[in-house]
């Protein structure tokens, strides 16, 4: 196959093109040895802090100057304060308007958290020299942060030859992706099918223009060849071959086209440099969560220059940047609280258990329905109390209840006799408990070296007492109004037969209506019930109440939330309280007219003043604002400090020079 070229042998714009084509080689390769030899580096720098936006004070003095306050001193004394910078030339503090520098060269910055997150704003700022058209720089972020390394998105400056080829490798491998076929009759001489199939079938021939279904039986020919073989015999085998081959050689066509992919995700910015006219600035802005001892953030850079696929200079890693991180939860107040409390002496307990009994009969017997349940759970009460270490058990009051069959004197006579056995029983089940635990006190050894009983507590007699209730009807009348089987029609019926005084009568008046047997079989049972109450008093306790004070253990855990960031969780806990804390809860949250309505009811404090002046500079009262600074720092000298590390604050201190030494 003969190849033309569009410049024939011998012509002048041939080796022309060569020529330019090895000086841009050369060009680029000097450039990267240049780098490699200076080890230029990109750096990091922190941008000017913008100022606080205020809005302008009304204020009512005749001839005072534009931005400027008059407030009053803690003193009391009026003071006129003014934004104002400091001539280079003199020295002095001049009113005027503060130019904002485009960078700043320090190597930390302190940063406020609100809301629990803090913005990191830096610049990645990239010389000249390390711009090409046809070079990529990669540049790879990442936060120092509690002892882990945590990765930034990628920042991508692509010269414009560089975007060129790029685009060029995707439209070489789109063509070969369309050279794929994907019809597969495409690979079937059809000229030579047809005239097969109209020389041996010419009865399936006719079929050519007929919609009907013709069976691979009706296809095949005198000769036993079926549509399928005859398919076979006519398609391109070649061209089968070299497709299938091209199907499986995707991936390995994309890595020789594209030799520089186009990246995605975790990526931060991709942009074009058009020019090489000057130094390429890129302002960052990363949010991270903050968290429990988070004090300071790192941040560095790395990254590599790349031409296509091949890399031609690694970017020597910067100076890192450090985030220094200032909270309001600093201000939290720590000192515990503590909540009055009534002890009282005696302490009464009531527990319920529903035991079954033989009808008529009054013995306690395990073995009906859940009564064995029933009982072990009760005696695993009764024998937690007997050995607490606390309280001693004085006397056990035990109610039995009967379900209003029969008639109210002999369920009353029941009751009373069922009541008077559960008491025999669980008295002996005590006095029996009792006895073991001594026993497992077990010996002690004397200081002379000789064994003896361990000593055993003294134990008083328990009395037990049983009282009757025989029918429990107020039960019923609940079970009843709460029931959602029984209709309402059937409830109101069941009011009315509640009218009759007579309990005989009323019970015998019930069972011609038609609840009458969803009320015996599944609310009777519920009614037959043994009601414990247990009287104790606390050991060597001698008056009725002492008077005492525990720790607030919810109030603390909200103050502990506050230290951990968690401020929603702090203000669920401390909201109720409404106190200093309960403001600083408010004022992490941007609550600010909560916060406010707290603190300005408070004693001003220096802590409650400075809280005071950043509430009021976020809700732009700057004189209000100024003045409580100015109290706080009176009052406390650390606040001339703290002031520069809140955002609100420190846009006062500079606009009004409020820091300055007398």
Partial sequence: ???????????????????????????????????????????????????????????????????????????????????????????????????????????????????????????????????????????????????????????????????????????????????????????IDRHQLEVFIQRNIPALYAFRRDTSIVTDGQFASVYGVT???????????????????????????????????????????????????????????????????????????????????RRVYDVPPSEPLTFYISSLSAFVDGRERYLDQVVSRRVDLRDEARLLFELGDDAVRQELGDNRL??????????????????????????????????????????????????????????????????????????????????????????????????????????VAEDSWLSEAQKAAYQLRRQEADPDQRELAMREDDYYPYLSKELYPQLRTVVFDIRLHRRNMLQDTIHTTVLDTVYMNGVQAIRDREYQQALTLLRPYADFNTAIAYCCLDYNASALSILERLDRTAEVNYMLALLYARTGDERSAVACYLHACTQNSAFVHRGNLDPEISALIRKYDLNRES
């Fill in 1 to 187: 196959m003969r190849r033309f070229f569009p410049f024939a042998a011998g012509s002048p714009a041939l080796p022309a093109l060569l020529c330019l084509l090895l000086a841009v080689s050369c060009t680029t390769s000097r450039k990267a040895q240049q780098l490699n030899e200076q080890q230029l580096s990109a750096s990091l720098a922190l941008p000017a802090e913008a100022g606080h936006s205020f809005r302008e004070l009304d204020l009512p003095h005749a001839g005072q100057e534009p931005d400027s306050l008059r407030i009053h001193d803690f003193q009391g004394r009026e003071v006129i304060i003014m934004n104002a910078v400091r001539d280079d030339s003199s020295g002095e503090m001049v009113a005027n308007e503060t130019l904002q520098a485009a960078r700043v060269t320090a190597r930390f910055r302190h940063v406020a958290e609100r809301h629990g997150r803090v913005d990191l704003a830096f610049q990645v700022i990239v010389p000249a020299a390390m711009q090409d058209s046809r070079w990529q720089v990669r540049f790879h972020p990442s936060m120092d942060i509690l002892g882990q390394t945590v990765p930034l998105d990628d920042i991508l400056i692509t010269g414009k030859d560089y975007r060129k080829a790029q685009l060029r490798g995707y439209q070489q491998y789109e063509r070969f992706l369309r050279s794929i076929i994907t019809d597969s009759t495409r690979f």
């Fill in 227 to 309: 549509e399928r073989e005859a398919i076979d015999y006519y398609t391109y085998g070649l061209l089968v071959r070299r497709n299938e081959r091209k199907i499986r050689d995707k991936d390995k066509m994309f890595r020789k086209y594209v030799k520089a992919p186009f990246q995605d995700g975790h990526l931060r910015l991709d942009t074009l440099i058009v020019n090489e006219a000057g130094e390429f600035v890129y302002n960052y802005v990363q949010t991270i969560a903050t968290r429990p001892r988070l004090r300071k953030v790192d941040i560095r850079l790395q990254g590599e220059v790349c031409e296509q696929d």
């Fill in 374 to 479: 029933e009982i072990d759970r009760i005696c695993g009460t009764l024998g937690a109390l007997l050995a607490d270490s606390e309280f001693d058990l004085d006397s056990i009051v035990v109610t039995a209840h009967a379900s209003p069959e029969g008639s109210w004197r002999t369920n009353g006579e029941l009751s009373q006799r069922r009541g008077r056995s559960v008491g025999r029983y669980f008295a002996d089940f005590m006095r029996r408990y009792a006895d073991s635990l001594d026993r497992s006190q077990g010996i002690r050894m004397t200081l002379d070296g000789t064994l003896a009983d361990a000593e055993h507590r003294e134990r008083p007699e328990i009395r037990f007492s049983s009282y009757a209730v025989p029918e429990n009807w107020e039960l019923l009348d609940r079970l």
